[in-house]
């Protein structure tokens, strides 16, 4: 079993940043492949960027370049950190956790990018 609590949302200026951090309790967080995913108001949740056991990272077009992923296996840690923030990057961003047979989410953190 892994919990997810995310953190580090807020409201920011178009071309601010910030960083969401993902802390997870339990086992094994080590073997997990991570993401951040974010929902917008009346879309559907998309992939953001994932990371893998590996640290093999990966992203979404529209945030290449802007984000970058990363993980803390001894902390049980991952960070999102976000910069030249845009308006419709706002969003709830969720942090999950993926191995065979297990999938977690958290709740979620709100990005609100508006001058």
């Known amino acids: 079993q892994v919990q997810l609590v995310e953190s580090g949302g807020g409201a920011v200026q178009p071309g601010g940043s910030l960083r969401l951090s993902c802390a997870a309790s339990?086992?094994?967080?080590?073997?997990?492949?991570m993401a951040w995913f974010r929902q917008a108001p009346g879309k559907e949740r998309e992939w953001c960027a994932g990371?893998?056991?590996?640290?093999?990272?990966s992203y979404l077009d529209s945030v290449k370049g802007r984000f970058t992923i990363s993980r803390d296996n001894a902390k049980r840690m991952v960070y999102l950190q976000m910069t030249n923030l845009k308006p419709e990057d706002t969003a709830v961003y969720y942090c999950?956790?993926?191995?065979?047979?297990?999938?977690?989410w958290g709740k979620g953190t709100l990005v609100t990018v508006s001058s």
């Open positions: 339990g086992s094994s967080f080590a073997i997990y492949t």
């Open positions: 999950r956790a993926v191995r065979p047979g297990m999938d977690y």
């Open positions: 990371i893998s056991v590996g640290s093999s990272k």
